[in-house]
């Protein structure tokens, strides 16, 4: 597991990655792929920010536009008001919750922040989408994850070819990182995109190498809860699994996971204590 102690400014707030954490996914849109994430209703909202943050996850990332493969345009304004009621849900009943947003927009972004006290930008695209992303995440001062994608949502799964998938990938941080730092950007966070732009082998492959990221000295987000990359390898649906999530982001963790993003909480939180008691690292209890 990674020993580097890596720490995000939240809003003034150093947060320690010295153990890893979990950020839980709150679906803020009628089609994510998997259907039991998704919530609409103020009530919904809520409901899901609170379970969270009971089970243990310490970010909650926030969505309103899925990004599954052949997922529908969604407005910039519909996105955006989406967000305000989910984000502004949350403020109130999770007032202390560290708040990600998962958006490929710089104004949608802007606002998240500016409006709402969004503290983290999780950026699909990893700038690609929307050209002014760096450069207004590094105004904004916020956390910034940066995710590897070949294509967009809706054709990344045509776009699969690598002349040398992990070289590729590694090329593509680099590049960007430089960008990000050039324009002043803190706290990059990176997330080499499990299912996007890539096929069920190339997923299986980039975990295999999952530990080459190191290299970077920077926090690694993986996110495979319930993708296709399981239920294609299984013959099983998203909702059948969890067996499947629970592997891999036992692997993810022993190649140096710093934030694992899950849509059942509690189970990560739980890998991670059992991965840090193998490792012969001591974690706080659960809370009850």
Request: one cysteine or more; charged letters at 20%.
């Amino acid at each position: 597991m990674q020993d580097v102690p890596y720490s995000l400014n939240i809003g003034g707030r150093l947060i320690e990655l010295a153990q890893p954490i979990v950020m839980g996914i709150l679906n803020a849109t009628p089609d994510s792929f998997y259907s039991a994430s998704r919530v609409e209703s103020e009530r919904d909202i809520a409901e899901r920010a609170l379970q969270i943050v009971a089970e243990g996850g310490k970010i909650i990332d926030v969505g309103a536009y899925s990004t599954r493969p052949g997922a529908d345009e969604v407005s910039q304004e519909e996105e955006m008001n989406r967000l305000r009621l989910a984000l502004g849900v949350i403020t109130k009943v999770a007032p202390e919750a560290i708040v990600s947003v998962d958006t490929f927009r710089a104004d949608v972004a802007k606002m998240c922040v500016e409006e709402c006290g969004a503290h983290i930008i999780n950026d699909i695209s990893g700038g690609t989408m929307d050209r002014r992303m760096f450069r207004t995440v590094a105004h904004l001062g916020v956390p910034y994850i940066l995710t590897h994608i070949q294509g967009t949502p809706q054709t990344m799964q045509q776009q699969c070819q690598y002349e040398d998938l992990i070289a590729d990938v590694m090329l593509y941080f680099s590049q960007r990182v430089n960008d990000l730092r050039a324009l002043g950007a803190k706290d990059i966070i990176l997330d080499p995109g499990f299912g996007f732009g890539k096929n069920l082998e190339q997923n299986y492959a980039l975990m295999h190498h999952l530990d080459d990221f190191s290299e970077f000295g920077l926090p690694l987000l993986v996110g495979v809860s319930r993708k296709s990359m399981i239920h294609q390898l299984l013959g099983v649906t998203p909702a059948e699994s969890l067996t499947g999530t629970i592997a891999l982001q036992t692997v993810a963790l022993t190649k140096g996971a710093n934030i694992i993003r899950a849509h059942d909480v509690r189970e990560a939180v739980e890998i991670i204590r059992i991965v840090q008691a193998v490792a012969g690292q001591t974690l706080p209890k659960l809370s009850p």
